[in-house]
């Protein structure tokens, strides 16, 4: 039952408003009762522990980073329990690399939207990675000016690739 309830309050009056909030992928309450507000779940996945800090400082902020970890085995295994919103995933990783780990992914049939974070400024490596079903390459050297747009980019259904050196002529 719905309605408005009209009485006079006075200043220092309390009241409670009560409004139902509705539920994103059956997150349950934290141990104060409280949703977390449709904030945009985030794993990532590079092996150099450096690079993890980094971009996990970066989108701590504004993201929900449920993870980090260091080679594509591990991303597979977090993605399939975590299932984030968005992966961050590095292209040269051992166990298995970058391209194979958004493959098997997408062949699992996840809804997780994956972003490329590489030092691979090249238009070829590019296209490899988005032929995996990526939306977003974005090149390590531009963390600071493209990492947050592309993970909102790529969270809207949207693709996002850094700006890519020129193919370079052989002579």
Same mark, same amino acid.
Do not use: W
């Given at each position: 039952?719905?309605?408005? =309830?009209?009485?006079?309050?006075?200043? %220092?009056?309390?009241?409670?408003?009560?409004?139902?909030?509705?539920?994103?992928?059956?997150?349950?309450?934290?141990?104060? %009762?409280?949703?977390?507000?449709?904030? =945009?779940? +985030?794993?990532?996945?590079?092996?150099? /522990?450096?690079?993890?800090?980094? +971009?996990?400082?970066?989108?701590? #902020?504004?993201?929900?980073?449920?993870? #980090?970890?260091?080679? %594509?085995?591990?991303?597979?295994?977090?993605?399939?329990?975590?299932?984030?919103?968005?992966?961050?995933?590095? =292209?040269?990783?051992?166990?298995?690399?970058?391209? /194979? #780990?958004?493959?098997?992914?997408?062949?699992?049939?996840?809804?997780?939207?994956?972003?490329?974070? #590489?030092?691979?400024?090249?238009?070829?490596?590019?296209?490899?990675?988005?032929?995996? %079903?990526?939306?977003?390459?974005?090149?390590?050297?531009? =963390?600071?000016?493209?990492?947050?747009?592309?993970?909102? /980019?790529?969270?809207?259904?949207?693709?996002?690739?850094?700006?890519?050196?020129?193919?370079?002529?052989?002579?």
């Amino acid at each position: 039952m719905c309605g408005l =309830i009209r009485a006079p309050l006075s200043v %220092g009056d309390r009241f409670l408003v009560t409004v139902p909030l509705p539920r994103r992928g059956g997150r349950q309450p934290d141990d104060d %009762g409280r949703l977390e507000l449709d904030r =945009i779940r +985030v794993l990532l996945a590079d092996d150099h /522990e450096e690079m993890l800090d980094r +971009v996990a400082k970066l989108l701590g #902020t504004d993201y929900d980073v449920v993870d #980090t970890v260091r080679d %594509g085995r591990q991303a597979l295994e977090a993605a399939r329990k975590l299932k984030p919103d968005v992966l961050v995933l590095d =292209i040269s990783m051992p166990v298995i690399n970058g391209i /194979e #780990t958004a493959h098997q992914l997408k062949q699992a049939g996840s809804k997780t939207r994956v972003i490329f974070l #590489t030092v691979h400024d090249d238009p070829d490596y590019a296209r490899e990675a988005l032929e995996t %079903g990526a939306l977003g390459y974005v090149i390590k050297s531009r =963390i600071a000016s493209d990492l947050v747009a592309a993970v909102n /980019e790529v969270h809207a259904g949207r693709s996002f690739v850094s700006p890519l050196s020129p193919p370079q002529a052989i002579s």
